[in-house]
């Protein structure tokens, strides 16, 4: 794909990143994507493209760590053995397994922005019916397709995001966005903090028996907002 970039006496772009086939447009010279990037510069936009991406990372991150933290909370108001405890940790991460190469192979057909808006709704509207699962079966369920919804959002917006950036400030960029993962789980872990009880012990007919749906109902709520 071509482009027309403005003609700057001053231009810095390297010989090498020029295609042999440039030529001036009026104006302008037309030029391929990669040489159109660098000569739009980098500003105020690219700052906020980190703070949206950097939201929809996060929100990934709070939704795959919230399970963690309800574990003990599950255990006892769902009355689960200590192998089924296991299978809803793993089968988050198996959705992920699948959705990673699912999403990945449709963004190169309907486009990155799309398929990360679909994969993060996915994640947070499925994240948000685990809440209110009446039985393991159901919850193992949605975890499963919520975690599908994750697998995609998690590659697809590194590469979404790193398309925009200039090649002198892509490295420092991406590794920003890496950056808003720990801010999930920081995020993630100040909720439980807050809203989970303290004893692993609790009845399910105690006032914070199903604290823990509550939780997760909160934990979605990035990924909705993101997508």
């Given amino acids: 794909m071509e482009y027309l970039v403005p003609v700057d006496a001053n231009n810095d772009t390297p010989l090498s990143d020029v295609d042999e086939n440039d030529r001036l447009v009026g104006n302008n010279r037309k030029a391929t994507y990669k040489v159109a990037s660098a000569q739009a510069g980098f500003g105020r936009w690219h700052y906020l493209l980190l703070l949206q991406c950097g939201w929809a990372n996060a929100s990934d991150a709070i939704e795959i760590m919230c399970i963690s933290f309800t574990i003990s909370s599950v255990h006892a108001s769902l009355k689960l053995s200590n192998s ?46 685990s809440a209110i699962a009446p039985n393991y079966g159901v919850l193992l369920t949605l975890r499963f397709i919520s975690g599908i919804g994750a697998g995609g959002s998690l590659p697809v917006c590194f590469s979404y995001f790193s398309e925009f950036q200039p090649r002198d400030k892509r490295g420092m960029m991406i590794s920003a966005l890496a950056t808003s993962w720990m801010v999930g789980n920081v995020i993630a872990a100040g909720l439980a903090w807050g809203l989970l009880p303290y004893s692993a012990s609790i009845s399910a007919y105690s006032p914070n028996g199903d604290q823990w749906r509550l939780f997760i109902i909160i934990c979605a709520i990035p990924s909705l907002t993101s997508s």
């Fill in 84 to 129: 089924s405890l296991t299978w809803l940790t793993i089968v988050l991460f198996l959705g992920m397994m699948i959705g990673g190469y699912l999403w990945g192979t449709l963004a190169d057909y309907w486009g990155r922005r799309r398929v990360v808006i679909f994969s993060l709704a996915l994640n947070g509207i499925f994240g948000t019916f």
